[in-house]
């Protein structure tokens, strides 16, 4: 997704790979079945579609947190409020991400790299770390992909099909196309 002219992405890029899984998120929490949100799995009954989406959530708050109030309030993603309604009703859930999409948007025309400070706890000292808006989106497409490639298994294995492409990385699915394209020619 790089800008053709500068070799760089732009923020309103980065906004819409992140709005891109979000929304494919929130399309599986429209069908997917309530228990089946809040249903355990693995032997020690940890791994519940529902906390992998609040968790998700919680992330993108913080960011959001600390973007509104870029001169007073350091990123931590440490600082989550772990909302446990979101953990158990896909509809808040799906309501929420919504609602980060449209938050998103209006980030859309920050300068590039606008900077932001992020709080790091290591060795049990909070330190500061320089960051910028565009990073910090990087890291979140990342992070939330990650999360829905756990959800997309949970799903599969609650009897729920999963659209291709759903938790899987966009620099993956670029990688996909291109060797599709490499064995058209060669075809």
Do not use: W
């Not at 519940?48 to 947190?65: P, Q, S, T």
């Not at 980060?100 to 606008?114: E, K, R, S, V």
């Not at 989106?137 to 291709?164: K, N, W």
């Amino acid at each position: 997704m790089p800008n053709s002219s500068s070799g760089s992405v732009s923020c309103e890029e980065l906004v819409a790979e992140n709005a891109h899984a979000i929304n494919q998120l929130a399309e599986l929490l429209v069908v997917l079945p309530g228990k089946l949100y809040r249903q355990t799995f693995g032997a020690k009954k940890q791994h519940v579609i529902g906390k992998h989406v609040r968790h998700i959530i919680d992330h993108y708050m913080a960011f959001l947190r600390a973007v509104n109030g870029r001169s007073t309030v350091p990123l931590d993603y440490e600082k989550r409020e772990r909302e446990e309604r979101l953990e158990l009703d896909s509809h808040a859930a799906c309501n929420r991400l919504l609602a980060i999409i449209n938050l998103l948007d209006g980030l859309a025309d920050f300068p590039q790299n606008a900077p932001l400070t992020m709080e790091h706890l290591s060795d049990g000292q909070r330190n500061d770390v320089t960051t910028s808006i565009d990073r910090e989106l990087v890291f979140l497409a990342s992070h939330t992909v990650h999360h829905m490639a756990i959800i997309a298994m949970l799903a599969e294995q609650g009897g729920i099909e999963v659209r291709d492409g759903f938790g899987v990385h966009p620099s993956t699915l670029r990688h996909q196309r291109q060797l599709k394209n490499q064995m058209a020619k060669i075809a």
